[in-house]
């Protein structure tokens, strides 16, 4: 297809340059290219955009993900240091509460062990429900330090304090019982 054109303008050469540009056109032009040239030192320039190179864009997200990394860690620290959170703060009618039946809890605990003394079989058993039921006091109350919502762990701490009690308090029924149908085992034997 290019052979043919040029064959074309070859043949009709004479046609395509009758046309002939004014003399005074690149003058013309260079006086426009001269004003244009004037009319851009005379704007304000304009600030080019920097560029970063890749070695250095990383070397400032290294910094940035170090510095970030140092002040999890000093935040982690100073949570695990503040860890023992006053209960009166969050609820003082929960902290009373939580420290009668802690005290209860104690009371409650001598009186079984007590019973150690004539029976650790039944003792062992007992007490390992009540260990059960202080490692979930112990996991509410780590995590009481960090809940967004501390007044529901606190109930639930409270709530397993109370079950405590209950099952102390039924324990020493049973045994009272055993110790009573015992006794009368005795009396009716004598």
């Known amino acids: 297809m290019s052979k043919r054109l040029e064959d ?4 009709n050469r004479e046609e395509f340059d009758d046309l002939e540009p004014r003399e005074d056109i690149w003058n013309n032009i260079s006086m426009e290219l001269d004003a244009w ?3 851009q030192e005379q704007q304000p320039k304009k600030r080019e955009a920097k560029t970063f190179s890749l070695g250095f864009v990383i070397k400032v997200a290294a910094s940035v993900i170090i510095v970030m990394g140092l002040g ?3 935040y982690l620290k100073n949570q695990k240091s503040n860890n023992g959170v006053d209960l009166a703060d969050i609820n003082p009618a929960y902290a009373k509460q939580q420290m009668h039946l802690v005290s ?3 009371e409650q605990k001598t009186e079984l ?3 150690a003394k004539f029976d650790p079989q039944l003792y062992q058993e007992f007490n390992s429900d009540i260990i059960r039921m202080q490692s ?19 109930r639930a701490m409270i709530r397993n304090l109370q079950l405590q009690t209950e099952v102390l308090n039924q324990q020493l029924s049973v045994i009272q019982q055993f110790n009573q149908s015992k006794n009368q085992q005795n009396e009716k034997d004598i």
Do not use: M
């Not at 074309?8 to 043949?11: A, L, N, P, V």
């Not at 979930?136 to 606190?154: F, H, M």
């Open 8 to 11: 074309f303008i070859s043949r």
């Open 37 to 39: 040239d004037k009319q």
């Open 72 to 74: 999890f860690v000093l």
């Open 104 to 106: 209860v809890i104690e």
């Open 113 to 115: 062990k007590e019973i």
């Open 136 to 154: 979930i006091y112990k996991k509410l109350n780590t995590e009481l330090a960090t809940s967004p919502n501390q007044e529901r762990v606190l």
